[in-house]
């Protein structure tokens, strides 16, 4: 027989160990991983074998969003302040990159909730889940990138040697995406309110971020623009990927450390939530 | 060696049987959990709180296997997602050497779009496998399934016994310490079935450790050394799972059977046997009886060759086994049964008065009438020791009702002049035949 290890179960919160439960937190993410990636696969394949257009949905939802603010524009019900870029495609690549970082504050709490039953019987990492999440996105992500490549060349934007930064860009708004995503897991778990109010609040959060709009040049929303954490992210990803200058890049690194250390924060609430929310999830 | 592989010391739960509270505790819970260091107030139960497992305590050794019953609602599920780590104990302390296996789930982490193939590396990596040895094990999964025209279909186009089938296959591959079991073997057919069960034995034999929530109550007098009852949270009691099934039977099962039975208590259980039959022949005191004692079986006699209660049996003579039952209630349509078992558990026969008698009905049974009966065969053993299993039961809207089963209540030994080996007397003959 091989070396037993040995598993015990205590009320005793697993706060009171912080250097043990960081360990196993580690540990659990790496033994993980293979299943991580499996159910990535498993999500991934069904969820384009049923389809006809296949991995086109996910271009096709964003466009669709872009030729109605290219039509809201055009026709004067909506007039947009003058963007740096060609309105089009300012458009087009802030609601690419917008849905990415959407897909990712989604993927969390959609990724636990229906993986209810099994959260339930099977004990399993359940840094699996979160890990699956973000390979979705990721891959979604690809997707939605080259189409966007494809499409920009035959606008006539060449994006240059800035191209080079685009990937980190697009890593940042994952990050952001899923830390803020796993906050709200827990009670989003509990009370299916969060999961029904989170797509009203992106929407909002949306319009007070330049996808549509350029930066407001004065007022009170040229302050909230400013403050927005999601304003350094959306402008330079955009700006790296159109061959623009950057801007507010000190505000986007500090966002970006700042995301990540929520991300841990809200990973070591979740996993302390996570014996507690499957009592109460099912019967 | 027997070391213990599962310790559980004074564990309580508690639950809450209100949905919003329940949300809203939960959320307390998670607030105490994460600022307060020393853990839960977990002592004291909250408005409409209740204790789903109360003080439970109990071991598990290697190569046991150990029965777990109680009505619905009494706390075996929760104990079992305690011991699983799926939930926290409120109170006490678990401890569980070695790999945890649980099937209990099956199938867990099927998408019915995907490929039984994809869905087996899906399900195995869920259940803790790596990709290597999914793959080293694939072969053996499908075989064991018996899936492999289907391997390549998706799984929504299997029937429910097929998925159940490949779950079970996956599960079962697992190669655990610890196996955790869930009313699971109450799927698939007959076959499959026994299978299943096989599998699960050898865990066992391979120094495992066992644990079986059950509502087939047969099952546990098959398969456990020990079982626990378990009643509104209380470990009610740890004993064989004979006695263990009898209190079941007598005191928590129906309140109507409890009636019935109520006078039997200590009487009827502590007299295995009538004392006359037991001079006569082997009587097997490790016997495991049990039923709600709506009807008891006395008066056990087997006779062949005009010898009564012949202890030595000679293989191919008829055979008759005859019994009484005494019925403590109205039975409509009493069933008897017959078993005989291989010393090493196998079942080898099997028989019941309703299989044999096919159109004729049994007549109803009314309370306090005493009926012999006898079965005839003819023993085509080889020589060695057997056990004989016989009962009484009758069909209820709610399945089998098992009145008084009485396991390897009889240990017969058979003795063959030209002994073989094996355990099925054929008549064998032999012959030369000379070229001409």
Redesign the interface.
Known sequence: ?SK?????????????NPVKMIRSMFKDLISGR??AW??A???I??QY??TALGLLWAFILPLGHTLTWIFLNASGIVTVQETNLPYPVYVLTGTMLWTIFMDAVNAPLQQTMS?K????????PREALIVSGIYQTGFNSAIKIVLLLITLVFMGIHPGWSLFWFPLGVLSLILTGTALGLLIT??GT??TDVGKALPLLLQFFMYLTPVFFSMPSGGIAATIFKLNPMTPLILNVRNWLTGMPPEYLGYFFLVNILAFALLLIVW??YR??M??????MSA | MKDTLVKVENVSKKFCRNLKKSLWYGLKDLGSELIDRSGRNTKELRPDEFWAVKSVSFELKRGECLGLIGKNGAGKTTLLRMLNGLIKPDQGRIEMHGKVGALIALGAGFNPILTGRENIYVNASVLGLSKKEADAKFEEIVEFAELSQFIDAPVQSYSSGMQVRLGFAVASALDPDVLLLDEVLAVGDTRFRAKCLQRIKHVRYNGGAILLVTHILEQVAHFCDRALLLDKGNLIIDSTPSATLNHYLLNIKEESTKIVTDRLKGEMLLKPMDKESREHFQYNSCETRWGDRAASITDICLLQNGTECASKLTPGLPTELMFSTLFHTEIEEPIYGLSIKAPEGGVIFNTNSRELLRTTRVPRQKKGDKVRVCFNFMPFLDAGEYLISIGIASETPGGIQAHDRRYDCLTIQVVHPLSATGDIDMHPTFNMILDA
């Not at chain 1, 039953?117 to 399993?124: G, V």
């Open positions: 027989m037993k290890q040995i598993t015990i179960y205590t009320p005793q919160s697993c706060m009171t293979e299943l499996q159910l696969v498993r999500d394949r069904a074998r049923q993986a039953h099994m959260l339930a019987k099977i004990n399993f827990p009670i509990l009370y070591i609430v302390t939530a014996h507690i929310l499957i009592e109460r």
